[in-house]
C-alpha cells in the first residue's frame, strides 16, 4: 500500500464528538488521551466535530463541547473556531471534500448508488432471519451499478471480501474475516457522509496520525481498512481505550446508571484540574504509586504502553478524594479564590464578617471540604456562623457529660473568663491554649473544653476551641465566654 503521508509527520490526533448535547466521560478521557500524547511528543491536538447526523444535533451543543474543553485546560491547534490549511473542523462545512473522495470511488468502479427502497431492504432483511443467516448488503448487490446523481444514496462496493489483520496500540494484533464486510453506506441521500466515510476522510485531509477511540470500533476496522486501500491511504495507528464502568465494574457507565455531562461536576465544585487527574487513570496506569498529578505531570508521565485493555470503574469516592487532594496543594491565595466562589453572600452579610477573620477561617474550611459544593452547604447549614457573629447559647449544651447539673460548669467557664481577659487584645489561638490548657490538663480536659466550644460557637460540633480563638481573636472569645456565664448565672 502506498503511503500518503509521511511516516516522519509529527504526531497529530483528534478528538472528535457528535454535537447531541451531553458530554459523557468516557469522551473527554478520550479527548484526555489524544490530547496529552499529542502534547507529549510535541505534536498537534485537533477538535473536530463531527455533525452530520442532523437528525440527533441538539442547539448550543458545539458551544457546549468547546466550554468543556476549555474548562479542563484542553485547548486546540485546530478546531471549530480555527481551521486549519486542510478548511473547517466542522463536518457539515466540508461537505465538498466528501463528494471529492466520493467520486474517485465511483470512477474506480468501487461505490455506487443505492437501487432499493427502504421496503426492499426490510423485505431482504426478513428474508436473511426466516433463513437464520446474517443481512449482508453485499449479496444483493446490484448488476448494473448505474450513475450516480449526487442525491441519492452512495455504497461502497467492497473490493476484496478477505481475511484483515491489523495492529492496535493496545490491543495487539487483531484479525477479522470476511464477515465484518459488506457494501456500507458513504453518502446518503441528503447530502451528508456518514461517520464510516467522513472520518477516514478528515483524518486523511488532517494529516491525524493516531486515533483514539473505543472498543466498540474493534468489529468496524475490517470495513475501514477496505476503505483505506480502496483510497489508497495508509491507517493511522489505532488505539483502543478500555471501557468505563459504572461502580459495580459489571456494565459501561451509562445515563442510567447515573452518568453526569462532565460541566456537572464543574457546578458541583470540582477542580478541573482534579477530573483531569481522577480520569486519566481511569484505564491508564503511569507506572508508578503516584496519585495526583498535575496537567504537565500527566503530560510528562503518558504513554500509550500504560494503557490497559480492561475496563476501569467510575468512582465519585476516588474523585472527592482526588479533590481534596488538589485541594490541599493550593496556594492560600488560589484556595481563597476558590471559597470566594462558594461562599453564600449570606456569610458576607453577618455582622462580625471581615476580610481578616475569612483569611483565619480558611484553614478550618480546607481542612473539612471536598468539593465547593461542601462549602457552599456548610454555609447555608450555618457552620461558618461562628466566625462571624456572636452565637446563641443554649445553656443545656453546656453541660458536660459527666456534670451532675449544667449549672456545673459555670466556675469553670468563669475561669476561663479571667484568663482570657488576662491576655493582650490582639492575641489569639497559640496565647489561649498556653494558659488554658494546663488548666484543662488539671481539671479535665472534657470538662472545660467542651462548655468552652459551646460558648464560644453555640454548636455541639464546631472546630476545636482554640482554633475558633484562631479565628475570633481572645477579646470576642471572652465576651462570649462571659455571655455564657450570664446564662448560667441566670438560669
Not at 493516531?210 to 474493534?218: L, N, P, S, V
Request: charged letters at 30%.
Amino acid at each position: 500500500m502506498n503511503s500518503m503521508f509521511s511516516k516522519e509527520r509529527k504526531v497529530v490526533t483528534r478528538f472528535a464528538p457528535s454535537p447531541t448535547g451531553f458530554m459523557h466521560v468516557g469522551g473527554v478521557r478520550t479527548a484526555l488521551y489524544s490530547y496529552l500524547f499529542a502534547r507529549k511528543h510535541g505534536g498537534e491536538f485537533i477538535l473536530r466535530i463531527e455533525d452530520t447526523d442532523k437528525a440527533r444535533q441538539v442547539e448550543g451543543s458545539i458551544e457546549h463541547i468547546q466550554e468543556t474543553l476549555k474548562w479542563l485546560g484542553l485547548d486546540w491547534d485546530y478546531g471549530p473556531d480555527k481551521p486549519g490549511d486542510f478548511g473547517s473542523c466542522i463536518q457539515s462545512e466540508r461537505l465538498e471534500t466528501y463528494l471529492t473522495f466520493a467520486r474517485k470511488l465511483v470512477a474506480k468502479g468501487l461505490a455506487y448508488p443505492d437501487p432499493y427502497t427502504p421496503e426492499e431492504l426490510q423485505a431482504f432483511r426478513e428474508e436473511a432471519k426466516r433463513e437464520n443467516r446474517p443481512f449482508l448488503f453485499r449479496d444483493h448487490r446490484p448488476e448494473e451499478m448505474g450513475e450516480w446523481d449526487e442525491k441519492s444514496t452512495l455504497r461502497f462496493k467492497v473490493p476484496d471480501i478477505r481475511r484483515y489483520e491489523w495492529h492496535d496500540e493496545v490491543r495487539g494484533d487483531l484479525d477479522a474475516g470476511e464477515e465484518a464486510l459488506d457494501d456500507f453506506v458513504l453518502m446518503k441521500a441528503d447530502g451528508y457522509p456518514t461517520y464510516n466515510f467522513a472520518h477516514i476522510v478528515d483524518d486523511f485531509h488532517m494529516g491525524v496520525t493516531h486515533i483514539m477511540r473505543a472498543d466498540e470500533f474493534i468489529s468496524s476496522t475490517p470495513r475501514f481498512l477496505s476503505l483505506y486501500e480502496a483510497l489508497d491511504i495508509e491507517p493511522p495507528k489505532f488505539v483502543t481505550l478500555p471501557p468505563i464502568l459504572g461502580t459495580d465494574r459489571k456494565k459501561k457507565l451509562g445515563k442510567r446508571d447515573g452518568a453526569k455531562d462532565v460541566m456537572e461536576y464543574q457546578e458541583e465544585g470540582y477542580l478541573p484540574e482534579a477530573f483531569l487527574n481522577f480520569l486519566a487513570l481511569i484505564g491508564w496506569n503511569p507506572g508508578t504509586d503516584q496519585e495526583i498529578f498535575t496537567k504537565e505531570e500527566l503530560i510528562e508521565a503518558f504513554d500509550l504502553d500504560g494503557i490497559q485493555t480492561g475496563g476501569g470503574a467510575f468512582n465519585e469516592e476516588k474523585l472527592q478524594w482526588t479533590n481534596r487532594e488538589h485541594l490541599l496543594r493550593l496556594s492560600d491565595k488560589d484556595f481563597r479564590d476558590f471559597v470566594d466562589k462558594w461562599l453564600p453572600e449570606d456569610v458576607r452579610a453577618l455582622p462580625q464578617f471581615s476580610e481578616e477573620r475569612l483569611m483565619r477561617l480558611l484553614p478550618v474550611i480546607r481542612e473539612r471540604v471536598h468539593t465547593g459544593r461542601d462549602i457552599e452547604t456548610a454555609a447555608q447549614e450555618g457552620e461558618y456562623d461562628f466566625a462571624f457573629t456572636q452565637p446563641t447559647v443554649e445553656r443545656e449544651m453546656l453541660k458536660w457529660k459527666n456534670d451532675d447539673d449544667v449549672k456545673d460548669a459555670l466556675p469553670r467557664l468563669q475561669k476561663v473568663a479571667e484568663m482570657l481577659a488576662s491576655l493582650p487584645e490582639e492575641s489569639f489561638g497559640e496565647a489561649a491554649k498556653e494558659v488554658i490548657w494546663p488548666y484543662a490538663e488539671k481539671v479535665g480536659k472534657g470538662e472545660v473544653l467542651w462548655p468552652l466550644r459551646v460558648a464560644l460557637s453555640g454548636r455541639e460540633r464546631s472546630p476545636d476551641p482554640f482554633a475558633i480563638i484562631d479565628i475570633i481573636g481572645t477579646a470576642e472569645a471572652y465576651a462570649r465566654v462571659q455571655r455564657a456565664v450570664n446564662v448560667l448565672l441566670n438560669a
